[in-house]
């Protein structure tokens, strides 16, 4: 039964991952994993894009499959929207303009709850002029322009800025940042000032914002990489201006499954050599990226990867940063994002916004429950 298991996980996340994750023989050796880094996330952020995705989608599967439906949940946070184009959050109406340039639509199922929940949060406060949104961690700027365009139609009358920035030095390093992002959001929303907008900094650097200079901030995947939460948590309170609200995306140290490597419980291990052992375990079940090539090499650069590029935490260690600078913690949204895949698979309507008002026991329920099998969703407020 576990081998079964770890096979239906398995299935259910490498199709999707497949393009956007290395293969064996695209491991790397330890002194290359900055450069290994880099080439998984790019790959990762222009997967949805390839037109193989669509021959492999496992929803026809899933469908077919009653009981093994829950192990498609595993991998709700990076859905290709183009795989679902029929029933994906906003149509093209809802999020351009001609002014706009060209119409956009959402690149994963987490582009489109981000911005439900952002919409959320902004018709809870007072009506303003202007809304200013951070993307930490933009990467290739795809839900930067994604924002840009959705809360401009969601919230006519409104002048919405999104910027964004990420880090030059990480083991995610992309020696093209920033130019490239600006000429990819320069090509889909032409009249927005970009340059002035997406930045780029040390990961030792203050973020360069004034204080209390933005309504809200958002990142897609990014905590699990962040080596130092303190730091980050004392960037993100000085930024928000008072009453703002941060909304963030991204799987805790409970999930089953590690969506880098595809390997169960993988990530749980802290020991080196523990960790490559159990990568070469998987492997000969056929489970993950290393069931080809030299297992053990395989497994080694697999441990290499998780100990330098990720870093998984519990819930409560969140909590305990954000009563440090002062800020509110909740997983309000958590229970939606799963909503959202649920309504891509059954053909529904996803939404374009939230309900404020919370169910407190339903919210606690879903969230001890599903931070075990992918995603959460975790605001911080001042």
Known sequence: MPRQLATWIADARSPIYSACTPSPAE????????SFSADVISRHHRSATEPNFVQVTPWK?????????????VVVSEIPACWERRTLALTVADVWSPAMGVPLEPRSLT???????????????????TVRVLDVGCGEGHLMAFLQAGLTALNPGVAVEVHGFDVIDSSS???????????RLQSLLPIVPWNDRVQSISQHEAWPYPDQSFDLVVSNQVLEHVVRLPPFMMQLSRVLAPGGCSV???????????GHVLMPLIHRVRGYEQRAA????????????????????????????LHLGTTYRYFQEFVNEAKHVD????????????????????GGKSLKSYRRSRRAVMDWITFCMLRHVSSVTLVFEK
């Open 327 to 346: 800020m509110k913690i909740s997983y309000r949204y958590t229970q939606e994002l799963y909503q959202q895949k649920i309504a891509a698979v059954v």
């Open 61 to 73: 599967k899933l469908r077919r499959c009653g009981t093994r439906a829950l192990a498609g949940l």
């Open 27 to 34: 491991l790397p050796s330890r002194p290359d994993i900055e």
């Open 173 to 183: 390093n992309r020696s093209e940042f920033p130019v490239s992002t600006v000429d």
């Open 248 to 258: 963030h995306v991204f799987p805790l140290r409970n999930a089953l499954c590690d």
């Open 111 to 129: 582009h489109q709850h981000l911005l439900a929940a952002v919409n959320t949060e902004l018709s809870s406060k007072a009506e303003r002029d």
């Open 278 to 305: 159990m990568a070469c375990m998987w492997s000969r079940l056929g489970v993950g990226n290393g069931r080809t090539g030299n297992i053990r090499e395989t497994a080694e650069r697999i441990s290499t990867y």
